[in-house]
């Protein structure tokens, strides 16, 4: 998991003042990860419930900094230049996705 340090550090983010902000773009980057793959993230083996249960990893926490940065330079939607999702975070969780047949 990513935290508030590490994500300023990412946005090269120097001061407080956005700090609530930016964590919550942290929450909804845990979250939407979580709904991307269609699964459970968990920390250790010991938190494992179900066999679909996927153990974090460096790759969704890079997904996660990419979400959290493209929530910080993009903060609302516009009609001329519409922003979606950077590539890399599609390339990074793509592998841990659960795809139905």
């Known amino acids: 998991m990513i935290d508030l340090p590490k994500s300023k ?13 930016i964590q919550g773009y942290i929450d909804a980057a845990n ?7 269609d699964r459970e ?5 010991a938190e494992r419930k179900n066999e679909s ?3 974090d990893n460096s790759a969704l926490d890079a997904a ?6 493209h929530l910080y330079m ?3 939607a516009t009609t001329q230049a519409v922003s979606e999702l950077p590539l890399g975070y599609w390339s990074l969780i793509q592998p841990y ?5």
């Not at 550090?9 to 902000?21: F, G, K, M």
């Not at 979250?31 to 793959?37: D, V």
């Not at 993230?41 to 083996?45: A, P």
Request: overall charge negative; hydrophobic content about 40%.
């Open 9 to 21: 550090l990412h946005c090269r983010i120097d001061h407080d003042d956005e700090d609530t902000l």
């Open 64 to 69: 996660r900094l990419l979400f959290v940065g």
């Open 31 to 37: 979250e939407q990860i979580r709904a991307h793959l």
């Open 97 to 101: 996705r659960i795809m139905g047949v």
């Open 41 to 45: 993230v968990i920390s250790t083996e």
């Open 74 to 76: 993009n903060r609302e």
């Open 53 to 55: 249960d996927l153990i």
